[in-house]
């Protein structure tokens, strides 16, 4: 029999991917990468914004994947072991490496690419999935590109966040529904694999409200996208992102020139 005692402990590495465009505060992005970056079972958080959207209504429309870097490494610069990834531009290149520009246009690089690249290229590392509640049941129930493949690749290791009610308020029926839906999905998956690796793989966190109850905003992207309102601005974005957003006149501010 093989002796396994001195091999070497495997890293272990979250993977929150998002769209950063722009990235929140401490009541969106930061908030959750600064949670999941205090869980003690993770050596790295790796954040990784996406470069070309799967969504063909959403391809094109974002600003620059630089930019968004750029924005990212400001957010998150001073939490300890989280560093900004630009692997899905790595992944996307290796897919389209030789392709005509009209081959390239027709090219959808999912999470499964993503996984697979970064298996083969780091197999001493343990990745894990970061995924919201609504994203979760969604994979679960089949609706992303090769859905099944994701859930193996990462061995079904998966951090589940929920958002918290405001504090003094109770959870909506929304929020009920949803952990609801939640539970229900772990227990489909525990009756497809090893009920004792999903229960021991998936873990289900929760994170504070998104929502700034004294201005009424909530803390989005796209709310972020689609105002010059400082006051507002101010709830949602760090100070650095904000003064990038301005410096080069992005999204509302563009309207401003």
């Known amino acids: 029999m093989a002796d396994n005692k001195h091999q070497p402990r495997k890293r272990k590495v979250c993977l929150f991917g998002l769209s950063a465009d722009p990235p929140t505060g401490h009541g969106g992005h930061l908030g959750i990468v600064t949670h999941l970056a205090s869980m003690e079972m993770f050596d790295q958080v790796r954040v990784m914004p996406v470069y070309s959207?799967?969504?063909a209504s959403k391809r094109g429309k974002q600003a620059p994947f630089q930019s968004r870097?750029?924005?990212c490494q400001l957010l998150f610069k001073d939490i300890p072991n989280v560093i900004v990834s630009e692997a899905e531009r790595i992944c996307f290149e290796k897919v389209s490496d030789g392709l005509e520009d009209t081959q390239i246009e027709s090219i959808r690089v999912g999470t499964a690419d993503l996984l697979t690249m970064l298996i083969n290229d780091e197999p001493n590392v343990e990745f894990t999935l970061a995924l919201g509640?609504?994203?979760f049941i969604d994979l679960v129930n089949g609706k992303w590109r090769r859905s099944e493949d994701v859930l193996k690749l990462v061995d079904y290791r998966i951090v589940v966040f929920r958002r918290l009610s405001e504090e003094g308020s109770s959870s909506s029926s929304e929020e009920i529904k949803q952990q609801d839906a939640v539970k229900a999905c772990i227990a489909k998956l525990q009756l497809r694999v090893d009920s004792t690796k999903t229960s021991t793989a998936i873990t289900v966190t929760q994170i504070p409200s998104a929502t700034k109850r004294e201005i009424g905003v909530?803390?989005?992207s796209s709310a972020a996208r689609n105002t010059t309102d400082e006051t507002v601005l101010r709830e949602?974005?760090?100070?650095?992102v904000l003064d990038y957003v301005k410096e080069r006149?992005?999204?509302a501010f563009s309207d401003l020139l």
């Open 53 to 55: 959207h799967m969504f």
């Open 69 to 71: 870097i750029e924005m």
């Open 133 to 135: 509640a609504d994203t």
């Open 218 to 220: 909530s803390v989005s």
């Open 236 to 240: 949602i974005l760090s100070a650095d």
């Open 249 to 251: 006149k992005m999204y």
